[in-house]
């Protein structure tokens, strides 16, 4: 089911109006959702127990400070079976939160998964210096105001979700495509008052496609220059050379999951003759250590999990272009294994399962 | 390359089968390089890509994972699990440039003492044509 809401209003309006249907008519119990941080400039996910304050929400900021996707994390474990919880996500939450259904992190039953187009975010920096009374929509921003992982991202409408709400293909304030995606949202929609059916589609796949080919044409290009600029362990320290390890990007990655992670684990912890050891051995010996093994490490951990999101890179402290560098090394993965990340809750774990009859050439070679 | 430079192999051998393969070629007196650091391991499947990157980051010129035999693997998959972090593995080190054909994977049963050997004689070989790592060199790694 697809069909026009909310005609004659923007799709900021619309989307408020639409949350706040679904709460008066008693379909959700709760709503996660972008809002402003009161009195302040910035936007965050804010979980919502009424309509009364969806005013504060702000659906369509073009800004991320982190990927709601691990806040779904919290909010549905042990979750009340009788509740559900409307989520907003845009392609990248929304993929990461499939990346945490499989690792085990997120359950989606109580959970009303509602994705939305998405243009492209700005770092919250470029955000909040455009700030004022009012918050920047996304026009107020240029192309190359937006962060490179938004301009490779080839997802402008999420491959999950039980309702989009599209804007590919509708006019500025002619309301929002909502679409129903899974049975779940199918019955949500039944409650809600379309404008219209949408029975031609044609402008809307039409301007997601010339999106997505206009990405796409950014990433092979941009990814090429990437992809030379760290050839070989000279140029990647290079890459790296004002990392001071602090672990930020994996702190802040949706996927990165673990409670513990294996490069701040004990395994790291060595006693201080040993460093001495290595010092003796490599003549001088760089402090921290480890840093290339991190990265190299997580790339392995999490390149077939990778959304490309960013979330990493705006982490970073020293502005290196570490989600970059992820969705290169993912992006090549994930098409060399066949794994692609975000795109189905069933699809299984890609570490932990195997095909037998994949890279069989593999250990069986010469001899 | 100079004619005395010795690769040095770190070798992740699975309890059940390579490590055994290794100790046979010994005990058969079935010559081989002595380039290779074996470290034992209850199963290929047990081998995280960090492991065979910090090898490689602390100067190790190549590292061999053995496994049993696909069907063989006494955690019944462990070692098709392996092959995938493998695949995985190259790929992240082929798009970096960081060559990765000094990671190997071989299968290599209890019984193959002399499969083991020739393993090691031609990983060897390989990696003496490449010379030493260029990956374990730097400070910073
Ligand atoms: S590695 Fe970076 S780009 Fe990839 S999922 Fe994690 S935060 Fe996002
Ligand atoms: S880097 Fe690896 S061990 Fe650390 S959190 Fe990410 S997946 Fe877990
Ligand atoms: S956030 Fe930046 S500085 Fe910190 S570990 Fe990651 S890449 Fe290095
Ligand atoms: S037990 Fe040998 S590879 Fe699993």
Redesign the pocket.
């Known amino acids: 089911m697809i069909g026009i809401y909310a005609k004659g209003l923007n799709p900021r309006e619309a989307t408020r109006e639409f949350f706040a249907e679904l709460f008066g008519a008693n379909l959700i119990s709760s709503a996660l959702l972008p809002a402003r941080k009161a009195g302040l400039n910035q936007i965050f996910p804010a979980l919502l127990s009424s309509k009364d304050s969806l005013d504060q929400t702000f659906p369509f900021a073009p800004v991320m400070p982190l990927s709601t996707a691990v806040q779904l994390s919290k909010i549905t474990r042990f979750a009340n079976p009788t509740n559900t919880v409307a989520v907003l996500l845009r392609p990248c939450e929304s993929r990461a939160a499939v990346e945490l259904v499989k690792l085990r992190q997120i359950s989606l039953d109580n959970v009303l998964l509602i994705t939305r187009d998405c243009p492209g975010t700005v770092e919250p920096e470029t955000f909040e210096e455009k700030a004022s009374d009012t918050l920047p929509g996304f026009s107020d921003f240029t192309e190359d105001d937006l962060r490179p992982v938004c301009r490779m991202c080839s997802y402008p409408e999420a491959p999950v979700a039980d309702i989009n709400i599209g804007t590919f293909g509708a006019d500025a304030e002619g309301g929002i495509i909502l679409e129903a995606k899974t049975e779940k949202g199918a019955e949500i929609l039944k409650h809600i008052k379309l404008e219209a059916e949408l029975e031609d589609t044609s402008a809307r796949d039409a301007a997601l496609k010339s999106e997505t080919d206009k990405r796409t044409a950014y990433a092979d290009k941009h990814l090429a220059e990437l992809q030379k600029e760290v050839a070989g362990i000279d140029n990647l320290i290079k890459f790296f050379a004002k990392c001071v390890n602090c672990h930020n990007c994996r702190s802040m990655c949706p996927v990165c999951y673990c409670n513990e992670c294996f490069f701040d684990s004990a395994t790291f912890h060595f006693e201080g003759p040993r460093y001495e050891e290595w010092a003796a051995r490599r003549v001088v010996l760089q402090m921290p250590r480890d840093e290339m093994l991190f990265h190299l490490g997580r790339m392995n951990h999490i390149g077939l999990s990778c959304v490309g999101c960013g979330m990493c890179e705006q982490a970073c402290p020293h502005d290196i272009k570490v989600g970059q560098l992820f969705a290169l090394i993912s992006t090549i993965a994930q098409k060399e294994l066949d794994i692609h990340a975000g795109m189905s809750v069933t699809d299984p774990l890609p570490l932990a399962t195997f095909r037998e009859e994949e890279f069989t050439e593999m250990g069986e070679e010469k001899v | 390359m100079s004619e005395n430079f010795e690769p040095k192999i770190v070798g992740f051998f ?1 309890n ?2 390579t490590a055994a393969a290794a100790d046979l070629a010994g005990t058969s007196r079935i010559q081989y390089p002595a380039n290779v650091r074996p470290i034992r391991v209850m ?3 047990s081998v995280d890509a960090s492991y065979v990157i910090k090898a490689l980051l602390e100067g190790a010129d190549g590292v061999l994972i053995g ?2 035999h696909p069907g063989d ?3 019944v998959n ?2 098709y699990k ?1 092959r995938r972090r493998v695949a995985l593995l190259k790929s992240i080190l082929t798009t970096l440039d960081l060559d990765p054909d000094r990671v190997w994977l071989r299968w290599i049963s209890a019984s193959e003492g002399l499969r083991f050997a020739k393993v090691i004689r031609q990983m060897t070989e390989e990696l003496s044509q490449k010379g030493p790592n260029p990956m374990g060199k730097s400070p910073q790694t």
Do not use: E, K, M
Request: hydrophobic share 15%; glycine share 22%.
């Open positions: 699975c059940w089968c199963c290929s499947g496994g049993c693997c006494h955690y462990g070692n392996a």
